[in-house]
């Protein structure tokens, strides 16, 4: 059983900082992609970033120049380093990973319960 757990979320005023972490733990074999997505009430749950191994991080549009994203694969653990955050960056953040698991070798998809971020104008 593979689990994700995501901390770090907050409150801060616009242009705060905030630093989400997620770590995978349970039988992973090999990790293919570990990322963020948002939802806000009524939306679709959006892209944020993504890291797949050995590649380029991918940001949403609305997020480049402002987060970064990065992977500890020793710890499978994803960080997202949010700056200059705005009201409109207020969701709930879920981390998302690819997981091949250790014990029947399958790719499978993991979402996180995600954590809240809310930034005040």
């Known amino acids: 059983q593979v689990q994700l757990v995501e901390s770090g979320g907050g409150s801060v005023q616009t242009g705060g900082s905030l630093r989400l972490s997620c770590a995978a733990s349970?039988?992973?074999?090999?990790?293919?992609?570990m990322g963020w997505y948002r939802q806000t009430p009524g939306k679709q749950r959006e892209l944020v970033a993504v890291?797949?191994?050995?590649?380029?991080?991918n940001y949403a549009d609305s997020v480049k120049g402002r987060f970064a994203i990065s992977r500890d694969n020793a710890k499978n653990t994803v960080y997202l380093e949010m700056n200059n955050l705005k009201p409109e960056d207020t969701a709930v953040y879920y981390c998302?990973?690819?997981?091949?698991?250790?014990?029947?070798?399958?790719?499978?998809?993991?979402w996180g319960r995600g954590t809240q971020v809310s930034v005040s104008s």
């Open positions: 998302n990973a690819v997981i091949i698991d250790g014990r029947y070798k399958t790719s499978s998809n993991y």
């Open positions: 349970g039988s992973i074999f090999s990790i293919t992609a």
């Open positions: 890291k797949i191994s050995g590649g380029t991080p």
